[in-house]
């Protein structure tokens, strides 16, 4: 595979703005999409990730900003743009009333998927999706699972080079949302650039090479989960138990402990792992018997109330580090002490040679 | 513009007109109903029944056609002569109102309907230009009801020949009034009456609020298209080619204005856009 950091990103958005009436849909929106990879738009509901995919195919024209979608603009050539993208919206957004292979069939000829061999490209794109058994029956007797699936062997079928998934795996089991999820990772080993929103955040877990955080219209912050986990949860934490919790309350006044908290475990921030082996050894002469000393791997939603809080912090007038100079004492962890967050939600920052 | 395009989103929409029996059904009742029921009833009533009452309250009716309606009548019996006169003349405004209660109907829905349904999305992020759309919509919304009235039309040709035709001397029907009303006059009104219905179907928020609208709006228009048909019938041939005329202009003018109510936008249902 090409190397993939020097390749100009798909879609560029700079200070993207558009309004719905008194509602402010998107507020200098500003994010790449890097080519070949998963791009995850993270934000609660109303947090304008529709409205920024509707713009990245042209089928919305904000007013404000630039946007460059392999170079050029949607809003004045959609038409270069749109035949390039495939689309999953949140609602599958298939025809009830025609199978599914009339379904994939309107689509293919909208697309100018030529005909020959066309039987054979329909046929192939349910197969790979788990839904050629169904393609004979009418859309409107399909669970959820298989119109989503439909939905997206739709999305593939004209070989989009961009792949625009809104929320796919709404409303399904999990069983099918993890299928769901793992072709969407199979569609980038084949060089396609994806584009997908979500609020779940254990969706996007291990899926998202890059994370853009969305609210109210505006992109929070933008990297590589690491790149993220390094800015906004800089502190090693670790989680500790043992036969009587309330010991673990010295933990607090140790030297390199920086952040301490007990509800049902102890959960602490350090200023480096190397600190864990002194620790347990201080305990442990101190008579605790020590149950469970593990390293907390941040998970994403850790990441994401992490970015939520500085931003609550942002608004409260607090100042903040800038994204090259990251804060030294743990951003997350001092947001939360801050905002009267639990520390729970945010321990984390194990390092993966510490975990091991 | 990709007429390839167009034809394909016709053809899908049409498509699932066919699918729909809960639509195709009521439109075929109402077909056979003003084509062939009535006339069928009339007409037997006045040749075979021989119902003198009703034929001569018919032929006083025909006193107040105009004259150049009156020279064309046919027929050597009073039989006949009704029979033809309601043939040719009175039954024009079925010709109108069976096509535009059809295309109405399916027109409010079509454009609201993707969105209601979610597939204006798909519609929105797809190559389709707007105007691909909306001209496939148009297509998709007047062929049922044109194609309806067509059928109607040779059906109640052949019922009109069979049962009024030994009155009058032989088959008669269709006239040549008749063939400009049908291919020349009837096509623009429709056009016409669609453009503001998809119009309409593009701005307002459910399919039920479009289908009211373009009731407002399809009723004065079968009214005129009423009056226009009889006027064409009653007139020379020349009288039914301008009035075919005038409606095509109009038409072609609300057509190419119409094509700008669809929007991308619209298609999402973009709250302040629709």
Redesign the interface.
Known sequence: MADQTSLPPTVSLRGVGH???D?QALDELTFDVPARRITVLLGPNGAGKTTAI?SI?????PKAGDISVFGTDPRGEG?QV??R?G?V?A????????SGY?NLL??A????VPAAGLRQKIVAAAERFGIADALDH?VGGYSTGMKTRLALSRSTLHDPDLL?FDEPTSGLDPESSQAVLDLIREMTNDGKTVVMCTHLLAEAEGLADHIVVMEAGHALCTGTPDELTERYLPAAMVVLDAEAPDQLDRLAHMTGVIGYDRTDVARIELDGFGRVPDLVLSLARDGVRLTRVEPHVPTLEDLYFAVRRERTELLAGRPLPTLDTPDPQGFGRANARSAGVSTTETVGAGHEEVSA | MNWKRMWIVARTDLKQLAQAKDYWVPMVALGALFFLVVPAILLLTITKIGNVEIVNQISNTLKVLPKAAQSQIRGTSPEGKTSFALAVFLFAPVAVVVPLTISTAVGAATIVGERERGTGEFLAHSPASAREIYLGKLIASLVPGYLTTIVGFGLYSVLVNVIAGPEVGGWFFPTAQWWILMFWVIPPFLAFTLSLVLRLSARVKSTAAAQQASGLVSLPLIMIAYGQSSGALFGAQVSGFYVGLVAWVIAIVSLSRGVRSVTRARLLGVANEV
């Open positions: 309004r719905f009436g509602v509707r195919t042209g089928a919305l024209s038409d749109r035949p993208c689309v919206s609602k599958p957004a298939l025809y009830d009333r025609l009339d309107y689509s000829q909208l697309y100018d009418q625009l």
